[in-house]
């Protein structure tokens, strides 16, 4: 093993992607050689604090991403003009919120995010959508809590869905969930 050992085999190692012979030499020599064991301790702070920056809107390939990778997610059907519960539990790291509407004809899709009295306002342009599955899928992390209830919105978020043919916008509905965070 050389040393140092370079920046993209310690992020194939931590990302679990080195096969297993490769990564037995790696952890050998990391546990061997302080100044790699701290460099591999760098590669895994960044690492750990790129899974918290997920979007607001994740593609299905995303989702599947995230559920392969060990990320515990709960996952709520949500109907325009409904108004169901999704709740933080220990055992959940992300809430994923699939807005089910018509998509079929959909070029793109936006996205308006109001507070309850509609006085603040986040427009999310060209989200992903899943056309034939018709859904939008909306990601929730813990940290949102204050963004909701302490910070930008005073509590839960409207999503307010618009599809695009052409160049005329549709409204296709709005969306709310109710989140229990504890």
């Known amino acids: 093993m050389t040393c140092p050992i370079p920046f993209e085999t310690l ?3 931590v990302a679990g992607e080195l096969p297993d012979s490769d990564a037995t030499t790696v952890e050998e020599h990391i546990f061997s050689c302080d100044a790699c064991a701290a460099a591999a301790e760098r590669v895994t702070r960044i690492t750990g ?11 299905r390939r995303q989702y599947d991403r995230l559920v392969d990778g060990g990320t515990r997610i709960r996952l709520t059907q949500v109907e325009p003009g409904r108004m169901p ?10 809430l994923v919120h699939a807005l089910r509407g018509d998509f079929s004809r959909a070029e793109r899709v936006d ?20 056309r034939a599955a018709g859904e939008v899928l909306v990601a929730c992390q813990r ?10 919105f005073g509590g839960d978020p409207i ?16 969306y709310v969930v109710q989140h229990e965070w504890r």
């Open 143 to 152: 940290h949102y809590e204050k963004l909701y209830f302490e910070g930008l």
């Open 111 to 130: 996205i308006d995010v109001f507070s309850p009295d509609r006085t603040k306002h986040v427009l999310l342009e060209h989200v992903p959508f899943d």
């Open 85 to 94: 519960r999704a709740r933080f539990t220990p055992d959940v790291d992300l």
């Open 49 to 59: 604090g790129l899974r918290e920056r997920i979007p607001w809107v994740i593609s």
């Open 159 to 174: 999503f307010s869905v618009h599809t695009f043919e052409g160049e005329q916008r549709k409204p296709m509905g709005e």
């Open 11 to 13: 992020v194939a190692w």
